[in-house]
């Protein structure tokens, strides 16, 4: 790779956002091509400018890191540092899948060991490695330090969130999934496993391998056909509940169906 590489910023402290600039000033080989204060505007400069590596910030208030990895989508997303005030127990994550990171605060030559791993990952290794693991960090799901209250939603060129407790269920749609809120359908590109896993388990249940539902939505149970039941929801809405999962649907709520 023979021309500079492309950095984004994102860090919703100005003064992390300046020094981690001024850090990059001082390699040649390193171009700033922009920088955010949060989640949203990351996702949209990320499709826009097409960055070569992100120096990504976990904890920002609109969406945490993880959030915008999910909303660009593994296959888009450019090489990673991750920029983290986690402790040393959480970053194994980061170490298991083999993405790099800074633990706030950081010295210079923490940064640019960083950077030169960032620079050999660049030009060697393949887009589809990259890929892979990104995936690999968001299924096992240990990263995260608190369930989702918001899932982002791109549609038509922008970005929004959804409030998680808005949800009503969630349909399993091939690599995707349908979030059902009211009369509304949205559509992300997250496996329904990934959607489990940060959800709060106390609000929602899988109900099957093709759908979620927020359990403040439940209507009624009734039986169906050999051993599994349907749920129905307030509005009507009628899903399976699957004889796997009748159990510990049972557990959760605390009685027999």
């Known amino acids: 790779m023979t021309d500079r590489i492309r950095v984004l910023i994102v860090d919703d402290e100005p003064l992390a956002r300046s020094g981690l600039?001024?850090?990059?000033?001082?390699?040649p080989e390193i171009e700033v091509v922009g920088q955010c204060a949060d989640g949203l505007s990351a996702v949209a400069a990320i499709e826009q400018v097409e960055p070569d590596l992100l120096l990504l910030d976990i904890q920002m208030q609109d969406m945490d890191g993880f959030e915008v990895l999910r909303a660009v989508g593994p296959d888009r997303m450019p090489h990673v540092i991750f920029v983290t005030a986690y402790d040393q127990f959480a970053l194994r994550a980061f170490e298991v899948h083999a993405l790099d990171y800074l633990l706030k605060p950081f010295g210079d030559k923490r940064f640019f060991d960083a950077i030169a791993r960032a620079k050999q990952a660049i030009r060697q290794t393949g887009t589809s490695d990259l890929r892979d693991r990104l995936v690999?960090?968001?299924e096992a799901g240990t990263a995260t330090p608190a369930f989702a209250t918001r899932i982002a939603?791109?549609?038509t060129g922008s970005v929004f969130l959804v409030r998680a407790d808005e949800i009503d269920w969630i349909e399993a749609a091939d690599y995707y999934a349908k979030l059902h809120v009211r009369d509304k359908v949205h559509v992300?590109?997250?496996s329904m496993k990934s959607l489990a896993a940060r959800l709060d388990?106390?609000?929602f249940f899988r109900v099957s391998r093709s759908a979620i539902v927020n359990l403040d939505?439940?209507?009624?149970i009734q039986p169906f056909s050999r051993g599994s039941h349907m749920v129905i929801l307030k509005d009507g809405t009628q899903?399976?509940?699957s004889r796997s999962r009748r159990e510990e649907l049972e557990r959760v709520l605390g009685q027999s169906l």
């Open 201 to 203: 388990p106390a609000r």
């Open 153 to 155: 939603v791109k549609e």
């Open 239 to 241: 899903v399976i509940l």
């Open 136 to 138: 690999a960090l968001l």
């Open 21 to 27: 600039e001024r850090l990059c000033a001082r390699d």
């Open 217 to 220: 939505r439940i209507r009624e």
């Open 188 to 190: 992300i590109r997250e």
